[in-house]
Nanobody
Framework: QVQLVESGGGLVQAGGSLKLSCAAS????????MGWFRQAPGKEREFVAA????????TYAGSVKGRFTISRDNAKNTVSLQMNSLKPEDTAVYYC?????????????????WGQGTQVTVSA
């Protein structure tokens, strides 16, 4: 498994930007697809974005497409989520996740490893 630690959350005004980072340890990082999920108060955890092993293939939820960008650095074992044009509805705890293999799947149940989460709050 991969151990994951998120950072970069915080409070930002609507329209602002934040960049989340996830540091991974373990031998399987480069063999894993990486993703970000989020959970807002009173709601289920939902898929946000994912990136394939090489960093070329990316997938986004419709609600963030065009505003968020996921990327990874396999040399540094990190994955990032650049969030622009933030909206109050983006407020949530954001989780980094890893899934061994090639397939990107938006179902959280098939992901193998999770970070502890980082809070993102967007004020109106």
């Amino acid at each position: 498994q991969v151990q994951l630690v998120e950072s970069g959350g915080g409070l930002v005004q609507a329209g602002g930007s934040l960049k989340l980072s996830c540091a991974a340890s373990g031998r399987t990082f480069s063999n894993s697809v990486m993703g970000w999920f989020r959970q807002a108060p009173g709601k289920e955890r939902e898929f946000v974005a994912a990136v394939g092993q090489s960093g070329v293939i990316t997938t986004y939820a419709g609600s963030v497409k065009g505003r968020f960008t996921i990327s990874r650095d396999n040399a540094k074992n990190t994955v990032s989520l650049q969030m622009n044009s933030l909206k109050p509805e983006d407020t949530a705890v954001y989780y980094c996740a890893a899934r061994l293999g090639f397939t990107i799947d938006i179902n959280e149940r098939v992901w193998d490893s999770w970070g502890q989460g980082t809070q993102v709050t967007v004020s109106a």
